[in-house]
């Protein structure tokens, strides 16, 4: 199929798309990348009045680091996430996840704003970005606001994001000594989306986990943090006692959506499969 027809614009800075946006508002869609925008508008599941693309705004890419924490552009594309020296010392879970993203020629378009105003379930920066504990900076006609990554994802493909608005960066805090991390996925194809996945954090303390998180993709409406298995694992050594509670706990938690080829059973299944070797990976 072929895109529907559309007006399209390419401001040169942050004002002039804030204003482009004001003036259209939800007849108009930003591309940031295009990884999941051009697939919609050619399968006709996007028909907007015009297309604002905002890749030729510089200074919304690049990666930082100041005040304690890194700062990554909403432009900042997969690859460069990929190849980055900073985020592999600075955030490792990042590093380990950003490989299982589609294949290469989509890392080299797709950005980490746009994989994250998409908010699909099912993509790994969502996750990463609630393990994390990123705060989102979005930008609109009045100025910057704020929010947590926890509240950020509402429902499938839904955001805190408003029509008006811009994502326009990311900040992550530094990570003391000892914390250990562990991004797995099991998809169809390397590739394709994850069936499930688990982004996991915790510090090694004396041989315990502290400050454990667990963020699954695939196994819901929206990324999931954990918090019932989280609990299961803080304070304790690795054991199989202890990946047996947290998995139990998983089970409570997660309330899959089937798709074609798995039932929600089956993702939960491989959800607490996942769980334990992401626990063996941080304990090893």
């Not at 704020?146 to 839904?158: H, I, N, P, W």
Request: net charge positive.
């Amino acid at each position: 199929m072929k895109a529907p027809k559309f007006a399209y614009a390419k401001p040169a800075t942050l004002p002039a798309a804030l204003a482009l946006l004001d003036q259209h508002g939800e007849e108009a869609k930003v591309l940031a990348g295009g990884q999941s925008l051009v697939a919609t508008l050619n399968m006709r599941l996007s028909s907007p009045a015009i297309l604002i693309d905002i890749t030729g705004i510089a200074a919304l890419s690049g990666i930082s680091t100041a005040n304690g924490k890194v700062r990554i552009g909403a432009l900042t594309r997969h690859c460069d996430i990929e190849r980055s020296a900073e985020i592999a010392k600075s955030v490792p879970l990042l590093a380990q996840a950003v490989g299982q993203i589609a294949h290469a020629a989509i890392r080299n378009a797709g950005t980490l704003g746009g994989s994250i105003a998409f908010a699909d379930p099912a993509a790994e920066w969502p996750a990463c970005m609630l393990a994390v504990d990123a705060e989102f900076i979005i930008a609109g006609k009045s100025g910057e606001r704020r929010v947590q990554a926890r509240d950020f994802f509402k429902g499938l493909y839904t955001t805190a994001l408003q029509p008006k608005e811009i994502l326009v960066a990311i900040e992550i805090p530094l990570l003391g000594a000892g914390y250990r991390s562990a991004f797995l996925e099991l998809a169809r194809r390397h590739g394709d989306y994850a069936i499930a996945g688990v982004a996991a954090i915790a510090k090694l303390d004396a041989g315990k986990f502290r400050d454990v998180r667990l963020a699954y993709l695939g196994v819901g409406a929206t990324p999931i943090l954990a918090k019932g298995a989280m609990a299961a694992i803080e304070g304790n050594a690795y054991s199989a006692e202890v990946v047996a509670a947290a998995q139990q706990a998983l089970g409570r938690e997660l309330d899959p959506i089937g798709d074609l080829y798995s039932a929600p059973p089956t993702k939960t299944h491989l959800a607490r499969v996942l769980t334990g070797r992401a626990l063996a990976a941080i304990a090893a």
